[in-house]
């Protein structure tokens, strides 16, 4: 699909033109996001406008918000599904899970939450821990739109069939379908699972710190960032964890690339969960 | 000089895979990437387990920003996409291109833009057309294509649709793959 440019330092010229202008527009920084997938991304908007260079991309960027918006949907999407990594449920109900019990409330930052499949498996998790009653989760990701589609809480029923496989791998308690009720080709999940959730727009590449959490759950969202920003968000979530605070990255990230590893414990080597003791 | 080989294989794979690492000589230092189809729910590491049975070189699944090494060889691994940038691995999760993640495409047209005429393509075994456009675009910005001979590939699809896809500069049974990185690494 990419690579329609002939020459790659022009293409290069072009890309870093275009999310110059992004930047300077609409206030969207991805100048710091890793080049080999953001190329995919920006040729695939480009084809899906029409368009055959990043230049005429670009030049619609620029007159046309609504363009825009699509590509802020391309690039903030992040194919997921819930329970994803069933592991990673089993190995935070045995290891975090018991810490979280020890505090009167909690608070949990789901970091690029993209359209919720995680927020959802979070929020059913720690209601069979006996937690959701005293958490607060705090769901943020760059795009308003995205956050609409997890706040309706409607995924494809076609999907539930894998969802409960990975619900049952997970650790889950009870029967999935208790979450959700199937209408037509879709499954909306439970409003009460909403109670403790609050969806906001936060944007790792620009944005501070907004509160102080007992766990960060941010998986698979980093891999699209550089090293240099990869770094600046790792300083954001630990200036953001109280101490003995948990972060949970995704299966093939690695805190230990970052300068603030040395402030952090291993709970879970293959989980990449971590808790911060310094 | 070469900096970079990338390889892509589904059906019968494995095999295919562990014969050309035991054929490959130690003085082929590049870095070697592979994506081996597979399914989202297989184990971590597994594959890179068997493999290591079959090469001296350090075998394992790919990690976000791991630094690509010489003599080690990277998996793109179970519902990934696995690209190559600035000299590491990067990880995706954008949906899977023609049902595959990690997809072969992905990998090489990565590997094309980074490394341009210094990336080696190799296309084994496999049962489906991933990795032809990829293995073009390799060839076109002026790397090296290298096909698995379709008659004695365990499935011949794959190998079928690179070789429909570019004009390879080879097509060998797979015992004579490693001779020839040998020769075009050397």
Same mark, same amino acid.
């Given at each position: ?278 | ?29 590049? #870095?070697?990437?592979? $994506?081996?189809?597979? @399914? &989202?729910?297989? =184990?971590? %590491?597994?594959? +890179? ?52 993640? #990690?997809?072969?495409? $992905?990998?090489?047209? @990565? &590997?094309?833009? =980074?490394? %341009?005429?210094? +990336? ?52 060998? #049974? ?13």
């Amino acid at each position: 699909m990419p690579g329609a440019a002939e020459d790659p330092e022009l293409e290069q010229l072009e890309i870093e033109l275009l999310l110059e202008a992004v930047y300077r527009r609409y206030g969207f920084d991805f100048r710091e996001y890793a080049q080999a997938s953001l190329k995919r991304r920006l040729w695939r908007r480009a084809y899906a406008e029409g368009l055959t260079t990043l230049t005429d991309l670009q030049a619609r960027l620029l007159h046309d918000p609504r363009c825009m918006e699509r590509l802020l949907l391309d690039l903030s999407i992040n194919v997921t599904s819930m329970f994803r990594d069933p592991s990673f449920y089993v190995a935070f109900r045995e290891k975090v899970v018991p810490t979280l019990h020890t505090y009167p409330f909690t608070r949990i930052w789901c970091a690029g939450c993209s359209t919720g499949e995680e927020v959802y498996s979070l929020a059913i998790m720690l209601a069979e821990e006996g937690l959701y009653d005293r958490t607060r989760i705090y769901a943020t990701d760059i795009n308003e739109n995205v956050l609409a589609t997890a706040r309706a809480g409607v995924f494809p029923l076609a999907k539930m069939q894998q969802y409960t496989q990975n619900y049952i791998r997970g650790g889950g308690k009870h029967d999935f379908s208790r979450y959700y009720v199937a209408a037509y080709d879709a499954a909306q999940f439970s409003r009460s699972l909403l109670d403790n959730i609050v969806f906001a727009q936060h944007n790792l590449a620009m944005d501070r710190a907004f509160n102080d959490f007992n766990a960060i759950l941010c998986r698979n969202v980093m891999i699209y960032f550089d090293k240099a920003l990869q770094n600046r968000v790792h300083g954001l979530f630990y200036e953001s964890l109280e101490m003995f605070g948990v972060l949970a990255l995704g299966h093939k990230e690695s805190l230990s690339f970052s300068p603030f590893a040395a402030k952090y414990e291993i709970l879970d080597e293959p989980e990449r969960i971590y808790r911060k003791t310094a | 000089m070469y900096e970079v080989i990338v390889i892509g294989t589904s059906w019968g794979g494995l095999d295919a895979v562990s014969r050309l690492l035991d054929g490959l000589d130690d003085a082929v230092r590049q #870095p070697i990437v592979v $994506v081996q189809h597979r @399914s &989202a729910e297989s =184990e971590d %590491g597994a594959l +890179a387990h068997l493999l290591s049975h079959h090469t001296r070189r350090s075998v394992r699944d790919a990690e976000d920003k791991t630094e690509l090494e010489p003599y080690h060889v990277y998996l793109g691994p179970p519902d990934y996409h696995v690209l190559v940038e600035d000299g590491h691995i990067a990880l995706s999760t954008d949906e899977p291109v023609q049902y595959a993640r #990690p997809s072969i495409d $992905v990998l090489f047209e @990565s &590997a094309a833009d =980074e490394y %341009g005429e210094r +990336a080696i393509g190799i296309v084994l075994t496999g049962a489906n057309d991933d990795g032809a456009r990829g293995l073009a675009k390799i060839k076109d910005c002026g790397g090296v294509a290298i096909v698995q001979e379709p008659s004695s590939s365990e499935r011949r699809a794959m190998p079928d649709a690179a070789i429909a896809a570019t004009v390879a500069d080879a097509i060998l #049974p797979l015992e004579e793959i490693p001779n020839f990185l040998y020769g075009v690494c050397l």
